[in-house]
């Protein structure tokens, strides 16, 4: 089996492992998150299809992801359930943040150009649409349980408009369908709306202590919902890029593997 197969492999063990740990607040393994983005970044790197550019950049943003999301230890926190307070986001975290974004801007230039279409055109105009209502009933009930924060816009939007716009362009410039769905997964986890049903903890009012790790996630929103939306924004984007290629291989006339 190849490298790159079975760190997917690995990043899909550890990320269902996380995903069940936080589900059932009994992390099976803390590192889980970080550990899986960092397979990640490793199967962007040894994936033989893309281009180099787009795999380096892949593995840089994935990488930045890791360490973003290492566990936090400190002191028990304490907050009202109904209103915990939001802390001003950290300079380390939006620097990664940044570094991520980067790296995926790099690899969406880095993708095969196609013909203008204008199937494409409309379809991004639509879209574009429907990210800019979403951002601005963000803080609507259908997506946000009565006893949450909103997440604050400088933290979440900048992100936003930044993972909208590359998906747009993904869809534009080079028509690949599942690295636009990868972004727009992202950029919906990165706004930190989350429905209702999925909502973590309860709608008690009063004060109650949360460990830093539930602390943080808390006041930033998105918790389970976000993760998911985070791991399959990674697969699309990965298969997406190796998509890219293999239509740009093949319409060049080009052998497929094994033939």
């Known amino acids: ?85 939001v802390e001003p986001g950290w300079t380390a975290g939006q620097a990664l943040r940044g570094v991520a974004g980067i790296g995926l801007a790099v690899a969406v230039a880095a993708l095969p150009r196609r013909a203008p279409d204008r199937r494409r055109t409309a379809t991004a105009l639509v879209l574009a649409v429907l990210a800019a209502l979403l951002a601005v009933f963000r803080d609507s009930p259908a997506f946000l349980p009565p006893y949450a924060l909103p997440p604050d816009p400088a933290d979440v939007l900048p992100a936003y408009l930044v993972l909208v716009a590359l998906a747009l362009v993904a869809l534009v410039r080079s028509g690949s369908v599942p690295v636009a769905l990868g972004l727009g997964l992202a950029a919906v986890a990165a706004l930190g709306v989350l429905p209702p049903v999925w909502s973590a903890g309860g709608s008690q009012a009063g004060l109650t202590f949360y460990s830093a790790e539930e602390y943080h996630v808390r006041v930033t929103g998105g918790g389970v919902w976000a993760d998911l939306l985070g791991f399959l924004a990674a697969a699309f984007v990965l298969a997406g890029c190796r998509w890219a290629e293999q239509v740009r291989t093949r319409a060049h006339g080009a052998a497929r593997p094994g033939s």
Request: glycine share 4%; charged share 10%; aromatic share 6%.
């Open 1 to 85: 089996m190849r490298p790159h197969r079975l760190l997917v492999a690995a990043a899909a063990l550890l990320a269902v492992a996380h995903l069940v740990g936080r589900a059932y607040a009994q992390p099976l393994l803390p590192a889980a998150q970080a550990l899986a983005w960092c397979a990640l970044a490793g199967a962007a790197l040894t994936a033989p299809e893309p281009p180099p550019r787009a795999r380096y950049a892949l593995a840089v943003a994935a990488a930045a992801v890791a360490v973003a999301t290492l566990p936090l230890h400190g002191e028990p926190q304490f907050g009202w359930a109904v209103a915990p307070p």
